[in-house]
């Protein structure tokens, strides 16, 4: 009478083969409840990789993680959509905010790409009345593998304000360290006093402070001499900042409620010129 031991799917190496035809979500929740030989088999180098743990050097052409594609849709978006804060907080997230919250949860370890992406190039526009200034910057090191955690960490504390936008360009081939650029925009018009408009059940609790090598401002724009438009550019010194409060820009607060009313086919026009100038691919 044969036993449980003796089936083949009692093997590790055929279990294994088995497992990997799995879709990537059931092999991450599913199998590992079905018994303690199951679980201990998702732990194993091949289907660790499969769960995109760990790295796989071997995948040509880079795949995105389909897990985190179908969760995570704003950062995966055509580039020529862009998303925002508004984007962000209509993920799947919402329905489970206390599960996706926690510092622990998976998808905070899961890599973004494989194989891993080494370098994050950010590229950060703010717009003004006559001109915009951008700095560009990168998140790299030698032990990088872009994982979630680090990318949404980054894209958070970046769009963390009205109607900026953002879109991800990925670089679908194997040289230049499999970059990935970070595009965010700024709107031309300051957003109101009080905290940021992203909602707190959004704010991962595994949230860490990602440092990002930026090189200095950069404001190009026209001005107008003696009847004559001429455009210019300057570069700003290590200590001076590209007036991160708008300043001399109008501003929407109290005294400002009827210009704003008045105004709002052109905050329209605005937020259409925010997503466009978001997925235009700079810095690559």
């Given at each position: ?51 995109f743990f760990e790295p796989d050097p071997s995948s040509d052409p ?140 959004f704010y991962s609790d595994g949230f860490t402070s990602v440092e ?30 590209d007036a991160p409060e708008w300043e001399d820009e109008p501003v ?33």
């Amino acid at each position: 009478m044969s036993t449980s031991k003796d089936t083949p799917i009692s093997t590790p190496e055929l279990l294994e083969l088995i497992l990997a035809q799995l879709p990537i979500r059931d092999l991450l929740v599913t199998a590992p409840l079905v018994c303690t030989l199951w679980q201990s088999t998702t732990l194993s180098p091949t289907l660790q990789r499969a769960l995109f743990f760990e790295p796989d050097p071997s995948s040509d052409p880079p795949i995105q993680n389909p897990l985190l594609v179908e969760v995570f849709p704003p950062f995966f978006a055509p580039a020529d959509e862009g998303s925002t804060v508004d984007s962000v907080m209509a993920m799947p997230w919402s329905k489970a905010p206390d599960a996706f919250k926690r510092a622990e949860a998976s998808w905070r370890r899961m890599l973004v790409i494989q194989p891993p992406a080494q370098r994050v190039s950010v590229t950060e526009t703010r717009h003004h009345w006559d001109a915009k200034s951008e700095r560009q910057g990168t998140c790299n090191g030698p032990d990088l593998m872009l994982r979630m955690g680090l990318l949404y960490d980054l894209a958070v504390l970046l769009i963390d304000r009205r109607r900026s936008s953002f879109c991800i360009h990925w670089n679908e081939s194997l040289t230049h360290l499999h970059d990935v650029v970070l595009a965010v925009s700024h709107p031309k018009r300051r957003p109101s006093g009080g905290p940021g408009p992203l909602d707190e059940r959004f704010y991962s609790d595994g949230f860490t402070s990602v440092e990002i090598d930026f090189r200095k401002w950069v404001r190009r724009g026209s001005g107008q001499m003696m009847g004559y438009t001429f455009p210019y550019t300057h570069v700003f010194d290590d200590d001076e900042d590209d007036a991160p409060e708008w300043e001399d820009e109008p501003v929407y607060g109290e005294d400002e409620g009827d210009e704003e009313a008045e105004s709002g086919d052109e905050d329209e026009s605005d937020d259409e010129e925010a997503n466009r100038n978001a997925t235009s691919p700079q810095g690559q």
